[in-house]
C-alpha cells in the first residue's frame, strides 16, 4: 500500500470525545473512524488488522473440523420468544426494529436460537452428528456505557462458534479440543502470555463457564489470579465455598483487571430442548442434541491487542497481527530508487511511505501506526552497507544489506 494513494491521514492529537487509549491511538493512526458512542469504522488498515485476527481464529478452527458459515443479523422474534429471550426484561441489550408492514425484528445480540433452528434442517439422525459450526459475525447490543473504544461496541463484530453432539462425553471431548484451539489462537495473537482460562459464573449444566480474560488494567473484569497452581477466577465466583471445592486460599491470589477475549459454555439442553433440535438414535429413539458454544470478541481483541502493547509513540503490532510487515522509507534521490524497486517487488508486506513530507512526519507516523519493521535507505544507509531496519518493538536498529532484506 501506498501511502501517498491512500485517504487515511493521521493526527497528531487524540479526538476530544475518545476516553480510550485504543480508540484514541487506533483513530489517530487511522485504522477505525467512530460514527458515535460504541460504532466503528474499519479503515484500509484496520481491516487489514481484524482479518489478520479472523484468519488465525479461522486456521485454528478448521484445523478442529469446524464449518464457516455466515448468518443474518436480522432475526425472527418468533425464536427468540421460545427461549423466554426476547424479553427484553431477560436480553436487557436488545436493539429492535419494526417492519414497515408491521411487526417487530431484532438485531442479533447473539446466534444461539436462529442456529439451533437452522440447524433443524440438517440434523435428524446420530448419523448427521456431531456438528461444529462458526461464523464471524457483527453483533449489536445496547450496551449502557461504551467509553472502551472498540473494546465495548454497541456494533462489533464476535466469532462464534457452536457445536452439536450426541453426548455429553462428546461434548467434553470437543470442549476440550476447543481450549486447545483457544489456547494457540492467543499465542499466535501475541497474547499467549497474558491471557488466562478463567472460572466464572453463567455455567449452564456445568457448574462454571470460561471466559479468557487478558491482563489489562484498563479490562472492565476483576479477576483473581494463583500462579503456582495455574488458576484464575472472576471475582464473581471468588467465594468461600468456591475457594474450598478447589482447596485453595483466598490469600494466595492476586486481584488484578481483565479483559474478556473470549468465552466458552457447555449448553446441554438449554436451547435444543425449546427450539426442539432432535435426533434419531441408533435405536430409533427421540433425543435433544447436547450443545456448546464458544465466542471471542474479534474487533475487542483487537483493542485488547492495541491497548496491550502501545506505547508514548503509538501502537506496537505484533507481527503476526500488523496490517504490513514493513514501512518502507526512501531518503534522497537514490534512497527513493531503491525503495521503489524494493515495493515494486514485496508490496504485500509493505506500507510505503512515499509521501511528500518530512521524514522526521514519516518517522513518527511509522511509529504511530505500529508497524512492526521500518525499512529506511538513503544515502547514509547504502554508505553504511544497506537499509536501516528499526524494530518498533525493542527499538533495536540495525544495517541490512539490501539483498538481505526480505530472507
Ligand atoms: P461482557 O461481559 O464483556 O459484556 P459477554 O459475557 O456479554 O461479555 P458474550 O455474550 O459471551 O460476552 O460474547 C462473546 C465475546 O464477545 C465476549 O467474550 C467478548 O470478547 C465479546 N463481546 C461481548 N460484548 C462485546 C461488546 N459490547 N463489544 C465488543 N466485544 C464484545
Ligand atoms: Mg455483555
Redesign the pocket.
Known amino acids: 500500500m501506498r501511502l501517498s494513494k491512500t485517504f487515511i491521514k493521521t493526527l497528531r492529537t487524540a479526538p476530544k470525545d475518545e476516553t480510550a487509549t485504543n480508540g484514541a491511538l487506533l483513530t489517530r493512526a487511522g485504522y477505525i473512524h467512530k460514527e458515535m458512542a460504541g460504532v466503528y469504522d474499519y479503515l484500509p488498515l484496520g481491516l487489514l488488522t481484524i482479518e489478520k485476527i479472523k484468519n488465525i481464529i479461522r486456521e485454528e478452527l478448521n484445523a478442529i473440523g469446524c464449518e464457516e458459515v455466515l448468518m443474518s443479523a436480522l432475526q425472527n422474534p418468533e425464536l427468540w420468544e421460545a427461549t423466554g429471550r426476547f424479553s427484553d426484561q431477560e436480553v436487557d441489550i436488545w436493539f429492535k426494529t419494526e417492519l414497515s408492514a408491521g411487526g417487530v425484528l431484532g438485531l442479533a445480540p ?1 446466534h444461539e436460537e436462529p442456529m439451533v433452528e437452522m440447524m433443524k434442517n440438517y440434523v435428524s439422525s446420530y448419523k448427521d452428528l456431531p456438528l461444529y459450526v462458526y461464523q464471524f459475525q457483527t453483533k449489536f ?1 445496547n ?1 449502557l456505557r461504551a467509553k472502551s473504544g ?5 456494533e ?1 463484530l ?1 466469532k ?1 462458534l457452536y457445536s452439536f453432539h450426541t453426548s455429553e462425553e462428546d461434548l467434553d471431548e470437543f470442549y476440550g479440543k476447543v481450549e486447545g484451539a483457544y489456547k494457540k489462537i492467543f499465542e499466535r495473537l501475541g497474547l499467549g502470555d497474558s491471557t488466562y482460562e478463567t472460572f466464572a459464573s453463567g455455567g449452564i449444566f456445568a457448574k462454571f463457564s470460561h ?1 479468557y480474560q487478558t491482563i489489562l488494567p484498563v479490562g ?1 473484569d476483576t479477576i483473581y489470579y494463583n500462579k503456582d497452581k495455574s488458576l484464575v477466577l472472576n471475582k464473581e465466583v471468588f467465594t468461600p465455598e468456591v475457594l474450598a471445592d478447589f482447596g485453595v486460599d483466598a490469600k494466595d491470589f492476586t486481584e488484578t483487571r481483565g479483559a ?4 466458552i459454555f457447555k449448553l446441554k439442553f438449554k436451547y435444543s430442548e425449546p427450539l426442539g433440535l432432535k435426533y434419531a438414535t441408533e435405536d430409533n429413539k427421540s433425543e435433544f442434541v447436547y450443545m456448546g458454544c464458544y ?3 474479534v ?2 481483541v483487537m483493542g485488547v491487542i492495541a491497548e496491550k502493547f502501545a506505547d508514548d509513540k503509538g501502537l506496537v503490532w505484533p507481527e503476526a497481527v500488523a496490517p504490513f510487515k514493513y514501512y518502507l522509507v526512501g531518503i534522497g534521490e537514490d534512497g527513493t530508487r531503491k525503495t521503489e524497486g524494493i515495493y515494486a517487488e514485496h508490496k504485500d508486506e509493505i506500507l510505503f511511505d512515499d509521501r511528500d513530507v518530512r521524514p522526521g512526519e514519516k518517522f513518527a507516523d511509522s511509529e504511530l501506526m505500529g508497524i512492526p519493521q521500518r525499512i529506511v535507505i538513503s544515502d547514509k544507509t547504502l554508505a553504511s552497507g544497506g537499509a536501516e531496519v528499526t524494530n518498533r518493538a525493542t527499538g533495536e536498529t540495525k544495517i541490512v544489506d539490501l539483498k538481505e532484506l526480505f530472507v
Open positions: 447473539t447490543r450496551e472498540i473494546m465495548r461496541g454497541r462489533f464476535m462464534d471466559e472492565e474478556e477475549v473470549g468465552n465466542g471471542i470478541g474487533s475487542r
